[in-house]
């Protein structure tokens, strides 16, 4: 048994705080004997887990919802973004093996066929989110991997960049975690703000924070029909019309779109919801109400205007809402968008990646869709054959010595961010921090001091796409 003791918490009415407060001390169990302990599975948290399960390391996930996949399944976004440069793939290692294995399982959606991923420029890869989680399932259990479900993290005891343990909480309680390392793959970075590391966070009331969304699953869809050209010019016109006469609460001219995901069925990732803080309960819970109204408006919305959509019904919307931007770590290193258009190469980059900067409006106004739209011709995909990499430097927060972190909630600035917060890319963020969390616990290095050498050489035995000619011990830095 240990104790635990917890910050101040303070007793809110309606979202002011009053004076009142309490110190909540408990005596909790210890459970110890971990050499990883991994806090999400999301893209980024189950390929750490599962990777340095894979090496040998006792690997512990924790995953606040009863799957693994993040966004791809609990999030019913069910599409990977682009993985190949239009001549050659550049994703490879665990995503790689990941998409393979859901291709010959028949888990891809109807008609994809492996050029999608392994050659063809800036396209996605529609996949069956039910297929996502049983696999995800099979190569946790098949690595060793404990999973635990409905369990979130909810303090940290750290000091000096020294991460000692955890507290999580779950059906059965609190426990206090200790393990040799700890990947914060919670996409909010959850587990660093515990621990003390520099973030940043945009505020709604000081500065943009770019929209979420509720994705959406439906069917009834008659995909040998014509389609809505739901990004177009005509697209936007009939937005502004049923928004004057009263079909939408709200005039957003982006809407991003529907996609073929089975035979009849089709996610939505439509319907942006502004100004939502995924850090704050308040802004959490309203913005959950008004996404699930939002996808009933644009199912009336494809049902009037969309061939293919004259039967369409919704089934479901997801659990866990789509959040685009929230905190970003302030890490050894931060990628920046001098970076992605230059086509910067690093010789510690642990991937590497060409997706557009893909920056969604702040608000409903017309001059927000028109500074999109600019800014998104400005920003447009790299060419053929071109590619940016990805330091081993975003994944550490500064000065931390066996704290990592994997996907959304890596160091980069926001035009940057915008490339690389998507499933491939946060899938190798996780392997990389996966495998120098086992180097670490092998050497002794701490995750500021990797060799970056011996890193990337492990990478490239797991079959991650590392093209750079030259590598040196020492991490790139700001």
Not at 272 to 284: E, K, P, Q, V
Request: hydrophobic letters at 35%.
């Amino acid at each position: 048994m240990g104790e635990v003791r917890q910050p101040d918490a303070h007793v809110g009415n309606n979202g002011k705080e009053n004076k009142m407060e309490y110190q909540l001390v408990r005596s909790i169990p210890v459970e110890d004997g971990w050499d990883l302990a991994v806090a999400g599975g999301g893209p980024g948290g189950v390929s750490a887990a599962i990777c340095a399960a894979r090496q040998g390391a006792k690997v512990l996930l924790i995953e606040a919802m009863g799957c693994l996949g993040g966004m791809g399944t609990s999030g019913y976004v069910g599409a990977f973004d682009p993985m190949a440069d239009g001549e050659k793939p550049l994703v490879g290692g665990f995503m790689r093996e990941l998409v393979e294995t859901m291709y010959e399982r028949g888990f891809l959606s109807p008609g994809i066929n492996p050029d999608v991923w392994r050659k063809n420029f800036h396209q996605w890869t529609p996949f069956r989110i039910e297929g996502l989680k049983l696999l995800l399932d099979e190569f946790a259990a098949d690595a060793g991997v404990e999973v635990r479900f409905f369990t979130k993290v909810i303090d940290a005891d750290a000091s000096d960049g020294f991460v000692n343990g955890i507290v999580t909480s779950s059906i059965e309680g609190y426990r206090y975690i200790t393990a040799k390392t700890f990947i914060d793959a919670t996409g909010d970075a959850v587990l660093s703000a515990l621990c003390g590391a520099e973030y940043r966070e945009a505020k709604r009331d000081t500065e943009f924070v770019m929209p979420s969304t509720l994705p959406a699953l439906f069917a009834g869809i008659d995909w040998s029909k014509p389609n809505f050209p739901t990004q177009s010019a005509e697209g936007v016109k009939l937005i502004e019309k049923e928004y004057a006469e009263g079909m939408f609460e709200q005039c957003d001219r982006h809407f991003v779109g529907i996609s073929k995901h089975g035979e009849s069925t089709a996610y939505m990732n439509g319907g942006h919801i502004f100004g939502l803080l995924s850090t704050n309960i308040r802004s959490l819970s309203d913005g959950m109400a008004t996404g699930r109204r939002i996808v009933r408006q644009y199912e009336e919305f494809l049902r009037k205007y969309s061939q293919d959509c004259e039967n369409i019904e919704l089934v479901s919307t997801a659990p866990l809402m789509g959040v685009r931007e929230s905190r970003r770590i302030a890490g050894e290193y931060e990628l920046t968008f001098g970076d992605y258009i230059n086509r910067r190469q690093f010789h510690d980059q642990i991937g590497v990646f060409n997706k557009f900067v893909d920056i969604h409006p702040y608000d409903c106004s017309k001059q927000s869709h028109e500074r999109f739209l600019e800014e998104k011709s400005k920003t447009a995909i790299l060419s053929k054959g071109e590619c940016f990499g990805i330091p081993y430097g975003i994944l550490v927060p500064k000065g931390f010595k066996n704290l990592w972190v994997a996907g959304r909630c890596n160091s980069s600035d926001v035009m940057a961010h915008g490339s690389i917060r998507v499933m491939p890319a946060c899938s190798m963020m996780g392997q990389a921090a996966g495998t120098a969390a086992v180097q670490s616990i092998r050497t002794g290095e701490t995750a500021s001091g990797i060799n970056t050498e011996t890193l990337i050489n492990s990478l490239r035995e797991q079959s991650v796409y590392l093209p750079q000619k030259e590598t040196n011990p020492a991490m790139t830095r700001a």
